[in-house]
Nanobody, 120 residues
């Protein structure tokens, strides 16, 4: 099981970025795939999750209405719009069988992080 995260970068406040998480070595069917973010001063927090069994999506309140998680075959995207300074973090994707959760201990498989910096 491998997850490869990509798409991070530097963006101005109000801008957009799209992160991607490509899975290999397994199929994403019947899995939950989530995006988390972490800064030096905060514990890893879940921002969005998609359940591939039914397509349902879940968002943390801090990103709801601005971020969109979606799946395209074995890749999951996180479209991030109206970015704020507080969105600056290293973003990780994670997956495991079962239902969606925004609690990081739910997940056993993690990709490497991709840095998102929101700065003017």
């Amino acid at each position: 099981v491998q997850l490869q995260a990509s798409g991070g970068g530097l963006v101005q406040p109000g801008g957009s970025l799209r992160l991607s998480c490509a899975a290999s070595g397994f199929t994403l069917d019947n899995h939950a795939i989530a995006w988390f973010r972490q800064t030096a001063s905060k514990e890893r927090e879940g921002v969005a999750c998609i359940s591939t069994s039914d397509g349902k999506t879940y968002y943390d309140g801090s990103v709801k209405g601005r971020f969109i998680i979606s799946r395209d075959k074995n890749t999951v995207h996180l479209q991030m719009n109206s970015l704020k300074y507080d969105d600056t973090a290293v973003y990780y994707c994670a997956t495991d069988e079962g239902r969606c959760s925004l609690w990081y201990r739910t997940y056993g498989h993690w990709g490497q992080g991709t840095l998102v910096t929101v700065s003017s």
